[in-house]
């Protein structure tokens, strides 16, 4: 019985808590359907076999727990990205300051709000139930592209634009940006990594 379990766990990838409990849902199935075997007079080794045969092959049925271990972290990587990127951006725009900006500043604003743009509609859609093919690489993908596009466009705004000193409160905020980034970062790549698990 562990051995069918095993090959079922082998190649899943996914929110670990999610992925233990649909576990361990397979498993007292198993266990239920080789008691009721060996109770109708199966040997321990014919009720397991016979049990296996009925669950279906080990590979067929992690691919069938994998793409819902896929739509959980989608849902979870949406939601980090509907949540931190609004607040990241609100914390970016406290940084500008309020002098006159240039065409280059603007510009790379303007790209960072598109990267924000795309990385949020792909969460909310997501989210709302819109958006469910290959949802946890797109959300991954977008998520780490937007941190990568905001981090460099903000690098470059930093050099060239007349920064006033980063003490106090804008030390704090540059340090809960950096939070931030680390959170979307994480939690797309996770994606990701759920996304690329093929099950053959």
């Given at each position: 019985m562990s051995d069918y379990l095993d090959a079922v766990a082998a190649p899943l990838k996914g929110p670990r808590r999610l992925?233990?409990?649909m576990l361990a849902e397979i498993g007292d199935g198993f266990e239920d359907a080789v008691a009721e075997r060996i109770g109708a007079g199966l040997s321990p080794r014919d009720a397991v076999r016979d049990?296996?045969?009925e669950f279906g092959e080990p590979r067929l049925v992690a691919a069938e727990v994998q793409r819902e271990l896929a739509a959980a972290q989608a849902k979870r990587t949406a939601w980090t990205?509907?949540?931190a990127l609004p607040a990241m951006t609100i914390m970016w725009d406290l940084f500008s300051g309020d002098g006159e900006v240039g065409l280059a500043i603007t510009l790379l604003a303007r790209l960072t709000d598109t990267a924000t743009a795309a990385a949020f509609v792909t969460?909310?859609?997501v989210?709302?139930?819109h958006l469910h093919r290959r949802a946890a690489g797109l959300c991954g993908l977008l998520g780490i592209t937007q941190v990568t596009v905001a981090l460099a466009c903000s690098a470059v705004i930093s050099a060239i634009g007349e920064g006033g000193g980063?003490?106090?409160p804008w030390a704090a905020l540059l340090g809960a940006s950096a939070v931030g980034s680390v959170v979307v970062v994480a939690s797309s790549a996770r994606a990701i990594a759920v996304a690329r698990?093929?099950?053959a």
């Open positions: 992925r233990e409990d049990a296996a045969a990205l509907v949540t969460g909310a859609l989210l709302t139930g980063l003490v106090g698990t093929r099950i």
